[in-house]
């Protein structure tokens, strides 16, 4: 392999850092208990890589990042496609972060457990079976690119593969010895249209990351036991926060309740525009 696509694909992942770190404004569709979770615990959930609901964008995550890299998903505006495919159409909602990417959060499982960053793991460490087993290799604000073959951008370990490469075919060796780097914002084309912007959270073991078999010619990757982690957002400012709704919302009355508690803005979307445009109506209690 040349050095060239390495250099890319770093350049790449630079870049997608660098757009994310500037824009302010990001809009996460979901729904309203799920706003109420939010609100109430001060905590973004996000999901194993593995569960992405495109099934092209699971063929391009290779093997030793599969369980162990978890996102949240954004937009940089609204439209009526991304409403209509994230937030239920009428009955969801879209919250509008700002400034979001500017701060440092921790991660956190699910019973609050914080996840310890950790730069090198100890051999002397046998457990991987729970939370505290487990930490943060990398936090990363990203956004996602989009190409035609994006198995052309990633970076990988050619020192590894070496080694490897008289004993395993060359497609499972790139699988296997994949940068994180290249994992988690690049996808096909086709979904140019969504303009995603993600939290991305790498995970490793506190003991070795790999072990090998006299059975199995590549190594054997240990997976965390759980399927979400957690970010804790509690030094956000949530005064900035708003909410927006479509005019035929069916829940308006929970959330200004909800409004009254944690002082947020509720504003209006006007569905079947053909355009990404804000409809600035702000509702107030």
């Known amino acids: 392999m040349s050095q060239e696509p390495k250099n890319v694909a770093q350049q790449l992942y ?5 757009i994310a770190s500037e824009q302010m404004q990001l809009f996460h569709f979901t729904k309203l208990k799920v706003l109420k979770i939010i609100l109430e615990t001060k905590k973004l959930r996000l999901s194993n890589l593995d569960k992405v609901n495109d ?19 954004f937009t940089d505006y609204i439209r009526d496609y991304m409403w209509n495919q994230y937030a239920n159409g009428a009955d969801g909602i879209c919250i509008e972060f700002t400034g979001l990417f500017n701060n440092l959060f921790d991660v956190c499982s699910e019973d609050g457990y914080k996840y ?15 939370d505290e087993d487990w930490g943060v290799r990398a936090i990363d604000y990203l956004k996602v690119f989009y190409f ?22 060359e497609q499972e060796l790139l699988k296997s010895f994949s940068s994180m780097n290249g994992q988690g914002f690049v996808k096909e084309k086709i979904w140019e249209l969504e303009s ?15 072990h090998s078999s006299l059975y199995q010619a590549t190594p054997i990757y240990h997976h965390p036991p759980f399927e979400y982690v957690f ?12 909410i927006w709704v479509s005019d035929d919302f069916k829940e308006m009355g929970g959330l200004i309740e909800f409004q009254k508690q944690y002082h947020f803005q509720i504003e209006l979307y006007e569905l079947g525009l053909q355009q990404p445009k804000k409809i600035h109506k702000e509702v107030k209690a």
């Open 231 to 242: 970010l804790n957002i509690e030094n956000y400012n949530f005064d900035k926060l708003k």
């Open 55 to 73: 099934p092209k964008e699971l063929k391009y995550i290779d093997n030793i990042w599969k369980k162990k890299i978890f996102i949240i998903s």
């Open 116 to 130: 310890d960053h950790i730069d090198q793991t100890k051999f002397s460490h046998k457990s991987y079976q729970i």
């Open 196 to 210: 995603e912007y993600r939290v991305r959270v790498a995970m490793r073991p506190k003991g070795q990351e790999t």
């Open 148 to 169: 035609d073959d994006p198995e052309n951008n990633k970076v990988y370990d050619e020192e590894l593969i070496n080694i490897f490469k008289e004993l395993v075919p």
């Open 14 to 18: 630079q870049k997608s850092k660098k």
